[in-house]
């Protein structure tokens, strides 16, 4: 193909963007727009499988049957989430291996947010309320991206999310009106997640390289910092009710912009998670690699005993 | 060792309705497929029925040849009732 040819197709391709068509599987499509579907569709689904653990942490520990039967169907939701997301990826013609070889190598990153620890039950309902509300914000917006299986995977993820954030809030709201003792794990728990759930939004947008084009191909419908601003708006009159205080001496009503004006994040510290030196990176990576490693004899067993059945339909048929 | 084969997954969300497909999964055969698929998309009553088949089995249009595939269908516009022309007296047709 000429370098002019390709430029018409790719033009012809982004008005069909620009006139809200979905792209499905199979159709043609800039190479530059498949590689980056599959390193954020797939890093989307890195996230939800890693986002299990910190929570798996705390099934055998809820505090009654009602917490864990929620917590339980909750990471189940994740993992489901996870596979919605593989499978898009799928579509666009790399394998579920090589996916998790790039996940367990340390070649794909995950959302940064879990490599934080979960050391109290009062982070169950913060990352519920706070990290589930932040991934909201994102995946609803990403409802109208443009490539077809994502789009349908993130529509399907969003009717499930919200049960998510409710069950989160509730554990705070019920820590919140306990005893002093309660309330101030409630309060200390969302000290520890406040500043790194302001940070899953990303860099600031003078700093994120990829928004313009991503702007284009509807993976990114606003921008970090609009997201990041519409999520202290929403999340500061919940806190309210809680009888929270944000951990920000910073954060003011601002009258003129109709916007809560807040503090700067340390950029210095979001740096370092995403390069892998964050309080749990290693052990995250660990515990997903010993999962997979040792789940290899169940899948093998698997494909073992479908071919013997199949084997054995074979020979009926004889 | 061998990687689990890719499924396509049909629902049928209540009967009168159409199975629709609504994702795929990885399973080792048949019957994993089904149990992973009901575990998967009918967590909260999305489905009364569920078909799984195995992806390698579809076969597929060409999405480049869409053009020959399907525009013949647009220049035969008498397969559509507005194409005749009635007196506007004439009722219930
Ligand atoms: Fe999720
Ligand atoms: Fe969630």
Redesign the interface.
Known sequence: MSEKELKSLEDLFQARIDRDEKI?P???MPEKYRQTHIRQISQHAHSEIVGMLPEANWITRAPSLRRKVALL?KI??EG?HG??LY?AA?TLGI???EMYEQLHSGKAKYSSIFNYPAVTWADMGAVGWLVDGAAIMNQVALMGTSYGPYAR?MV?ICK?ESFHQRQGYEILLTLCNGTPEQKAMAQDALNRWWWPSLMMFGPKDAESPNTEQSVKWKLKRKTNDELRQQFVDQTVPQANILGLTIPDPNLKWNEERKHYDFGDLDWNEFWQVVKGHGPCNKQRLEARKSAWEKG?WV??A??A??EK??DRELKKAI | ????P?WEVFIRSKNGLEHRHC????A??AQ?ALQNAR??YT??MEGVSIWVVPSSQIT?S???LNGETFEPAMDKAYRHPTFYELPDELKHM
Request: hydrophobic fraction near 35%; charged fraction near 40%.
């Open positions: 499905e199979k159709e043609w169907a189940q939701d489901g596979l919605y499978s799928e394998s579920r291996e995977a399907r499930e290899a899948r093998d698997a494909v005993y479908a059945q199949e | 060792m061998k990687n689990w890719l994702g795929s999964l990885h080792a055969d994993m575990d998967v967590r909260r597929a060409n999405p480049e």
